[in-house]
């Protein structure tokens, strides 16, 4: 009974520390001289001047970094990542650590170098010219990529979740910067420019389809307000909480419908809406976000 009772002990504590060693870890240490609110899981955490906090298991966190200032940092972590995030005077996020440079580059650069390109793709759609819009995006496509250094943006069974949630976080980033710009054009080029990225970016997530970032909700929400001009049928899904869009969320799973009323809800708590607590109401007692 004694052997038994320190063996399972040893158990347990080993156990603890291997899952310790093994849960990865993002550190802010806050030096700007002021502090600043951390915003993960809907938990704020006030971090002052000259502390450090630590989260793990974390996949998204916001900083309130001043009043106008707001950096939102998406997590591409392994389980034995570390990652620092030093927040400097003058409002400067500076990172260290693991995957520093990755991460640096998808908070502070690749929305420059995706959205700058809608111009670009607006030109394009003025021409109708479809070829000179596959050959432009999927050369910015293979830049970004290069600088992840991903070999391609297709998920495969080998790939570790981390690489499966970037491969997917940075192609509905650079879809939605080209389906955003098709809403405005005649019919047949936004016919053939939305089943060719269909076809050949998202038509395999569609069984397994989840809306885990905003712009993956809008680039399915787009898709289903042009259905008709697809050449596959969309699966439909119940109605969560019937609204005047029925006609596009019956389209979008439960959540991406969550996506639907939290995007409501932002805007019209941002601008003060009269009916903004209908959706928040909706958050809670049909999401159970609180």
Known sequence: MKYSFIHKRMFFILLFLFSAIRAQTLTITNNTGHPVIVTNDKKEVTINNRDKKEFTETDRIEIKLSDNLVSYINLFLDPTDKLKITLDKNDEVIYSGDKAA?????????????????????????????????????LLLLDVLKKVQLPNIVISPEDKVSTRKLKNYIKYNWLYTIFSTLNRRETSFKKEAINYYFKKYIETDIPKLSCTKSLHYSVIEILAKNKSLLL???????????????????????NCQKEYFQQKYDYLNHIEGHNKEYYKKVLIEKFNEK
């Open 102 to 138: 990755l991460h640096e580059y998808l908070t502070e650069t690749l929305n420059v170098d995706t959205f700058s390109k809608i111009n670009t793709y607006e030109q394009i759609g003025q021409k109708k010219n479809i070829g000179e819009l596959k050959n432009v995006s999927e």
């Open 232 to 254: 596959v049928e969309l699966p439909t899904y119940p109605i969560v909480e019937h609204t005047d869009d029925d006609n596009v969320n019956q389209y979008l799973p439960q």
